[in-house]
């Protein structure tokens, strides 16, 4: 059985280190089966930097948990917006927000649209190793493919990043849910991290902080609390 979210503090950059988000898979589905080793994640990682554009920096573009918890070191932070994808709740959660058997569902970019979030740029002299870490985060399950993608800053400058796109034949891929499906998931689910209200609020709480207000996201949470109101 998951350990509850009481049981367990907040990810840490020293739980990336120490493999703790393979380990929660791991005591999730009862094995390591599910969970990428670090050879694996090494592979993805350098065929990633090996179709890196030329004369790209070292930048991250992030849409989800990683706005408010990117755990990795960064010499500054824009808000920018990412063309040709937008943010949807379609990554069924089996342990982090949810359970093998009662899943969650956390945010994933979705086809056509735009999203709006930040970019992070890394210090070139420890991008490699940062980059690593964030690998054993978002990889973890390899529900992603990590893609090269140009995003426009809010400033107007243009930069290339590396953001995570949600590979559609993955196991934890939901599909188009609906509104009222995606709603009931994130009412009720939780995992070793909180719950789904939980990520969502935060979310939009560190969009707020970079002036961004996400449409999608605020129907979401007025469907939610009138979903408490008619229980409350």
């Known amino acids: 059985m998951i350990p509850t979210p009481t049981e367990l ?14 380990d929660l898979y791991a005591i999730a589905f009862g094995g390591t089966g599910h969970a ?3 050879a694996a994640l090494a592979t993805s990682l350098a065929d990633t930097l090996a179709v890196r554009p030329k004369g790209a920096g070292w930048w991250v573009f992030a849409y989800g948990s990683l ?26 959660s089996m342990a982090a927000r949810g359970t093998p058997s009662a899943p969650g ?11 709006a979030g930040v970019v992070y740029r890394l210090r070139a002299r420890d991008a490699r190793d940062e980059l690593a870490l964030l690998w054993r985060r978002e990889m ?3 529900a992603y493919h990590p893609k090269w993608v140009a995003v426009t800053a809010r400033d107007g400058r243009e930069v290339v990043a590396v953001t ?12 188009h849910l609906d509104l009222a499906a995606q709603v009931a998931l994130i009412a009720q689910a939780a995992g070793a991290f909180g719950t789904g209200r939980d990520y969502l609020a935060r979310t939009r709480a560190a969009l707020a902080t970079h002036g961004i207000v996400d ?13 408490s109101a008619r229980a409350g």
């Open 9 to 22: 503090p907040p990810l840490s950059r020293a739980d990336l280190e120490a493999g703790r988000m393979r």
């Open 36 to 38: 990428l080793d670090d």
């Open 67 to 92: 706005l408010w918890n990117p755990l990795f070191s960064y010499a500054e932070v824009r808000p920018a917006l990412l063309h040709g994808r937008h943010r949807r709740f379609c990554l069924y």
């Open 105 to 115: 569902l956390v945010l994933a970019l979705a086809r056509g649209g735009a999203c």
């Open 140 to 142: 973890v399950t390899g």
């Open 164 to 175: 995570f796109v949600l590979r559609r034949d993955h196991p934890q891929y939901a599909g």
């Open 215 to 227: 449409r999608y996201l605020e129907t979401i949470a007025a469907k939610l609390a009138a979903r």
